[in-house]
């Protein structure tokens, strides 16, 4: 593969915009940089939402919302066509975001599992070379983060309303609504608390549009009377695919998508699990907002109780739900995006500034009749991933269009090659600089490998790992009650719904495909099931 990995030196890439080679060659102690050379430095900001499906940004997907913002940094620099994570959740995909490698080796396979904070992770080793990092919002890695000079984590996966944040000295709870006040703290620290004499890498993780999809209270009205098309898989049999039978994330199942968090139908007369629990959620909004909430959904409510829906007219009503509340949140996150570019472009640091704009995962809107995420299926396995490039960064000259296959362990060993900081060899994903750079290494990995761990669990999704090439996918579902292999033919069957893997005339398919996923699994060291 490419190798600025195998680099001893410390090469920066950044030499296309200044003087760091020369200063760096010269010997600079890390951490040293003078004044002038630091300003020439790119800065990072690093923006992931937790939840964000590909299909609900318009410069992906414009069936649903309109993402300005999103499209932004897209159109002023790339939109990535094939990224995809190396493990469906949240906890293992941070994990993979920061250390650059699978579930398998950073040790964090599950969102039960606590993050080895001791491991070399890409902020580290940015703070090690002079960076100012900072990292506020969404963490959920149990283990409190290490590399950020300046963090304020949510509990947990947060609270939507007044969210409470861990930080080095104690608990604070913010008043507000936790995409605005995420963005608050991110602005403050690049306005008032950083050193600007340092380049900086700020990491921005939003919890929205996380479940329960609770919107904020300026773009509760949104989306009302808007129906979306019920995506064509919705009444997915799952025939030929036990794994995905075998599910609890039906949109349709009340059990699973329940009246009282999910749908907000709060109610004495609406039987539902949970309405303690979305009674607390409501706790925590004040008079004002709760209000505004009450207007929007008691209303909601009473035509829930006039018709009564059922059978497929409830589930496709919960849909509509669903959907509205989802892109309610979406809204947020594309104009607190948007706060910040304008802050960028104001300060006059989009010259020399990457922003990155990501999801800690797909998500299913509706497809096979689900939300959530976790099984390597399109939706789930594949993530957004926009980069808006620095102005002044003369070799970063791609725009438009990479389709090579990225995946979140990229970003680490990216970042590190963007601030000229070599990359450790333990790392396992690969830089993709050389594509910013409109380049293409001829070795480019041609297939992506995916390994997903949490099971037994909510939802249910049964352990799996496969191989996906530009072509074929071939998984195997495995441990506890399966032992299932599935093998998809994505040009005749791009939504996944027939499980090629008995049929005699994918028999060389399947054969390359093992070999493939063979070679994968040894190159990765994922050996368990070999
Ligand atoms: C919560 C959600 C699940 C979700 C997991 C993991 N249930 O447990 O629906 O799959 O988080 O999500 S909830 O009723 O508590 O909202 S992740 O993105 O953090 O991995
Ligand atoms: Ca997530």
Redesign the pocket.
């Given at each position: 593969m490419i190798s600025n990995k195998k680099m001893l030196l410390f090469i920066p890439f950044a030499a296309s915009i200044g003087a760091v080679t020369q200063a760096s060659a010269a010997g600079n102690e890390p951490g040293n940089k003078s004044r002038q050379e630091n300003k020439k430095r790119l800065n990072i900001v690093y923006i992931m939402s937790?939840?964000h499906s590909y299909q609900t940004i318009s410069c992906y997907d414009n069936r649903y919302i309109e993402t300005p913002n999103i499209d932004r940094i897209a159109s002023e620099g790339i939109r990535f066509t094939n990224s995809f994570v190396a493990n469906s959740?949240?906890?293992p995909s941070r994990a993979c975001m920061l250390t650059g490698k699978f579930s398998h080796k950073n040790g964090m396979t599950t969102?039960a599992t606590r993050f080895d904070s001791t491991q070399v992770t890409f902020p580290k080793l940015l703070q090690n070379e002079g960076y100012q990092t900072a990292i506020f919002g969404k963490w959920?890695l149990k283990s409190e983060p290490s590399g950020f000079n300046r963090w304020e984590v949510l509990v947990g996966?947060g609270q939507y309303y007044d969210p409470i944040f861990i930080t080095p000295k104690g608990r604070v709870t913010y008043k507000g609504y936790s995409t605005n006040v995420i963005t608050d703290l991110s602005i403050n620290w690049l306005e008032k608390e950083r050193d600007t004499t340092k380049p900086f890498c700020l990491v921005i993780h939003h919890k929205a549009p996380?479940?329960?999809w609770m919107s904020d209270t300026t773009e509760l009205n949104l989306f009302e009377d808007v129906n979306f098309p019920i995506p064509d898989t919705f009444y997915d049999n799952y025939e030929g695919r036990p794994a995905a039978a075998a599910q609890e994330m039906r949109i349709a199942d009340d059990k699973v998508m329940n009246f009282a968090?999910?749908l907000k139908l709060l109610s004495p007369d609406i039987a539902s699990g949970?309405k303690d629990n979305m009674a607390f959620a409501l706790r925590r909004l004040d008079p004002r907002q709760r209000q505004l909430w009450d207007s929007t959904y008691n209303k909601i409510i009473r035509e829930f109780i006039a018709t009564k829906p059922t059978g497929k007219e409830l589930a496709e009503w919960k849909f509509q739900r669903y959907m509205r509340d989802y892109l309610k949140c979406i809204r947020s996150v594309d104009n607190n995006i948007g706060r910040v570019l304008d802050y960028l472009k104001e300060k006059g640091l989009l010259e020399n500034t990457i922003v990155i704009y990501t999801s800690?995962?797909g998500f299913y809107m509706g497809e096979h009749g689900w939300f959530?995420?976790?099984f390597m299926y399109e939706e789930s396995f594949r993530t957004p991933l926009v980069m808006r490039m620095p102005d002044g960064a003369k070799d970063l000259k791609k725009r438009g269009d990479v389709p090579q296959f990225v995946q979140n362990i990229d970003y680490a060993p990216t970042i590190l090659e963007l601030a000229g900081v070599s990359i450790p060899r333990e790392i396992q994903g690969e830089s993709m600089v050389p594509l910013l750079k409109g380049k293409t290494p001829s070795d480019w990995r041609k297939s992506v490998y995916y390994h997903y761990f949490e099971y037994p669990a909510?939802?249910a999704v049964r352990r799996h790992y496969g191989v996906r090439d530009s072509r074929y996918k071939l998984i195997h579902f495995y441990g506890h009650d399966i032992d299932k292999w599935e093998l998809y033919d994505l040009q005749t069957d791009p939504k996944e719904l027939v499980n090629q893997y008995d049929n005699l005339l994918y028999t060389k398919v399947k054969e390359r495909m093992h070999k493939e996923l063979k070679r994968l699994m040894t190159k990765y060291e994922d050996t368990q099931e070999l």
């Open positions: 937790d939840d959740i949240s906890g969102n959920h996966q996380h479940r329960n968090t999910d949970y800690d995962q959530d995420k976790r909510e939802h």
